[in-house]
Protein backbone atom coordinates (compact mmCIF):
# COMPACT_ATOMS: atom_id res chain seq x y z
CA UNK A 1 0.00 0.00 0.00
CA UNK A 2 1.41 3.41 -1.13
CA UNK A 3 -0.83 6.34 -0.24
CA UNK A 4 0.80 9.87 -1.52
CA UNK A 5 -0.73 13.04 -0.14
CA UNK A 6 0.02 16.20 -2.13
CA UNK A 7 -1.92 19.91 -1.75
CA UNK A 8 -0.08 21.35 1.51
CA UNK A 9 1.59 25.04 0.63
CA UNK A 10 1.99 28.75 1.83
CA UNK A 11 -1.42 30.32 2.54
CA UNK A 12 -2.87 33.39 4.77
CA UNK A 13 -4.88 33.20 7.30
CA UNK A 14 -8.69 32.56 6.22
CA UNK A 15 -7.83 31.06 2.65
CA UNK A 16 -8.09 27.59 1.81
CA UNK A 17 -6.66 24.43 0.77
CA UNK A 18 -7.23 20.95 -0.34
CA UNK A 19 -5.12 17.70 0.55
CA UNK A 20 -5.42 15.12 -1.35
CA UNK A 21 -4.24 11.31 -0.48
CA UNK A 22 -4.43 8.77 -3.32
CA UNK A 23 -3.94 5.05 -2.88
CA UNK A 24 -1.45 3.77 -5.67
CA UNK A 25 -1.27 0.58 -6.73
CA UNK A 26 -4.49 -0.29 -3.86
CA UNK A 27 -6.71 -1.85 -6.27
CA UNK A 28 -10.28 -2.30 -4.00
CA UNK A 29 -9.77 -0.94 -0.47
CA UNK A 30 -12.21 -3.04 1.43
CA UNK A 31 -15.29 -1.14 3.04
CA UNK A 32 -14.27 -1.85 6.81
CA UNK A 33 -11.39 0.30 5.85
CA UNK A 34 -10.83 3.88 8.10
CA UNK A 35 -8.60 6.94 6.35
CA UNK A 36 -8.01 9.69 8.10
CA UNK A 37 -6.07 13.17 8.22
CA UNK A 38 -3.32 13.55 11.22
CA UNK A 39 -0.98 16.89 11.81
CA UNK A 40 1.99 17.15 13.88
CA UNK A 41 2.70 20.93 14.68
CA UNK A 42 6.69 21.37 15.54
CA UNK A 43 7.21 20.75 19.27
CA UNK A 44 3.59 18.88 19.77
CA UNK A 45 2.17 15.71 19.86
CA UNK A 46 0.94 14.47 16.37
CA UNK A 47 -3.33 14.30 16.23
CA UNK A 48 -5.79 13.66 14.25
CA UNK A 49 -7.42 15.89 12.16
CA UNK A 50 -10.47 14.09 10.43
CA UNK A 51 -11.35 10.98 9.32
CA UNK A 52 -13.36 9.08 7.07
CA UNK A 53 -15.10 5.38 7.04
CA UNK A 54 -13.99 3.97 3.52
CA UNK A 55 -17.88 1.61 3.24
CA UNK A 56 -20.28 3.84 4.10
CA UNK A 57 -18.32 7.36 3.95
CA UNK A 58 -19.01 7.93 7.48
CA UNK A 59 -16.68 10.75 9.42
CA UNK A 60 -15.10 12.30 12.37
CA UNK A 61 -13.89 15.62 12.86
CA UNK A 62 -11.98 16.98 15.27
CA UNK A 63 -13.30 19.65 17.65
CA UNK A 64 -10.06 22.10 16.25
CA UNK A 65 -11.24 21.88 13.06
CA UNK A 66 -15.21 21.65 13.42
CA UNK A 67 -16.67 23.58 10.85
CA UNK A 68 -13.94 24.68 8.54
CA UNK A 69 -12.60 21.39 7.06
CA UNK A 70 -14.29 18.78 5.70
CA UNK A 71 -13.31 15.39 5.07
CA UNK A 72 -14.50 13.03 1.95
CA UNK A 73 -13.44 10.48 -0.42
CA UNK A 74 -13.71 9.41 -3.87
CA UNK A 75 -13.79 5.71 -3.64
CA UNK A 76 -13.48 5.32 -7.86
CA UNK A 77 -10.21 7.06 -7.45
CA UNK A 78 -9.30 5.74 -4.53
CA UNK A 79 -8.67 9.45 -2.76
CA UNK A 80 -9.42 10.95 0.49
CA UNK A 81 -9.58 14.81 -0.01
CA UNK A 82 -8.94 17.35 3.47
CA UNK A 83 -10.95 20.40 2.27
CA UNK A 84 -9.28 23.48 4.90
CA UNK A 85 -11.64 26.38 5.12
CA UNK A 86 -10.77 29.65 7.20
CA UNK A 87 -7.14 28.53 7.89
CA UNK A 88 -5.42 29.90 10.95
CA UNK A 89 -1.89 30.02 11.94
CA UNK A 90 -2.23 27.24 14.44
CA UNK A 91 -3.48 25.00 11.46
CA UNK A 92 0.06 25.02 10.54
CA UNK A 93 1.64 21.74 10.82
CA UNK A 94 2.62 18.62 8.77
CA UNK A 95 0.02 16.63 7.42
CA UNK A 96 0.21 12.65 6.86
CA UNK A 97 -2.97 10.82 5.73
CA UNK A 98 -3.11 6.99 7.09
CA UNK A 99 -5.24 3.65 6.59
CA UNK A 100 -5.88 1.97 9.29
CA UNK A 101 -7.67 -1.51 8.19
CA UNK A 102 -10.91 -2.94 10.50
CA UNK A 103 -11.79 0.36 11.77
CA UNK A 104 -14.28 2.94 11.39
CA UNK A 105 -13.45 6.86 11.41
CA UNK A 106 -14.80 6.91 14.68
CA UNK A 107 -12.90 4.13 16.69
CA UNK A 108 -9.27 6.00 14.48
CA UNK A 109 -7.05 6.79 16.99
CA UNK A 110 -6.69 9.99 18.19
CA UNK A 111 -3.04 10.28 17.79
CA UNK A 112 -2.16 7.63 14.90
CA UNK A 113 -0.78 4.86 16.73
CA UNK A 114 -2.50 2.11 15.06
CA UNK A 115 -2.66 3.46 11.78
CA UNK A 116 -1.44 0.16 9.23
CA UNK A 117 -0.30 2.62 6.35
CA UNK A 118 1.27 6.64 6.41
CA UNK A 119 1.41 8.61 3.63
CA UNK A 120 4.12 11.17 3.77
CA UNK A 121 3.63 14.63 4.77
CA UNK A 122 2.31 17.30 3.23
CA UNK A 123 3.47 21.23 4.56
CA UNK A 124 0.76 23.18 5.23
CA UNK A 125 1.74 26.63 6.66
CA UNK A 126 -0.26 29.73 7.64
CA UNK A 127 0.88 33.20 7.91
CA UNK A 128 -1.06 35.72 9.77
Known amino acids: VQLQASGGGLVQAGGSLRLSCTCV??????????MGWFRQAPGKEREIVAA????????YISDSVKGRFTISRDTAKNTMYLQMNSLKPEDTAVYYC????????????????????WGQGTLVTVSS
Open 98 to 117: GEKRGSSAQAMSRTGNDIDY
Open 25 to 34: DCGRIFSSTA
Open 52 to 59: VGWGGGRT
